[in-house]
């Protein structure tokens, strides 16, 4: 397997690029890279580090529907889900999240297809051992400002509607997680129960190149909208 085409654009910081590659049978392999991280296409073997993320309780209490998920269901999850869609050319797939120098997996970020056509939904995991280091909004950043309006560019589909809003969620007792999604540009726009749980649902549109939404919200007369923003700044 050749490569066909190689795109890549500078991130900011220093150092810092996505990478875009497709091979002559279709697939692609993206790779991020970002002060501190490295993310990249999850691939087979990545496997045993997703078991084992999926598997502590401590991690998933916040996630889904708060229960570890089996080894069967996530090596399902990886080899059959993400890893094809990487492998047929589809980019609303995971990345595997690496620290940027020793490849240490830190954890999980991935943008798949939405409840609406032209919708991504986006959601991460990080293991515990580098929770409150940032590492989540770093990622996050890196996908949300960056990646995906680099794929909206290259006028991606989700369901035959090209790729343009973003949608995530966050339990309510999950304050970090809020806090990330509004620090990376997502607005909370209600509050509902899934997964058995009250969160609210945050959503952004995706532009051809990154935005501060925070900023430009900001400067709107809507109460409610600055109520939103006014709780989601740090």
Not at 27 to 54: C, N, Q
Not at 79 to 105: C, H, Y
Not at 184 to 198: D, K, P
Request: net charge neutral; glycine share 6%.
């Amino acid at each position: 397997m050749s490569v066909a085409s190689i795109q890549c654009r500078s991130l900011p910081a220093e150092g810092s690029e996505i990478r875009l590659q497709r091979y002559t049978n279709g697939a692609l392999r993206a790779v991020i890279t970002t002060e501190r991280l490295l993310l990249r296409s999850v691939t087979s073997a990545d496997t045993s580090a997703y078991v084992a993320l999926y598997g502590d309780a401590e991690v998933m209490a916040k996630y889904g529907d708060g229960r570890p998920v089996s080894a069967e269901t996530i090596t399902n999850r990886v080899q059959n889900t993400w890893v094809r869609r990487w492998e047929q050319g589809i980019p609303f797939s995971a990345f595997a999240i690496l620290e940027k120098g020793t490849d240490q997996f830190i954890g999980h970020i991935v943008v798949g297809f939405g409840d609406a056509p032209g919708q991504g939904a986006l959601a991460y995991l990080i293991h515990k051992t580098y929770w409150n280091r940032k590492i989540g909004s770093e990622a996050a950043d890196a996908i949300v400002r960056h990646f995906m309006s680099f794929i909206f560019e290259q006028r991606y589909s989700i369901e035959n509607a090209v790729f343009r809003t973003l949608e995530a969620t966050a339990r309510l007792d999950n304050p970090a997680s809020r806090a990330i999604l509004c620090k990376v540009g997502l607005r909370r726009v209600r509050q509902e129960e899934r997964y058995g749980a009250e969160r609210e649902v945050f959503t952004a549109t995706v532009f051809s190149r990154p935005v501060n939404l925070i900023a430009a919200y900001a400067d709107i007369e809507d109460d409610t909208a600055k109520e939103a923003i006014e709780r989601c700044i740090p």
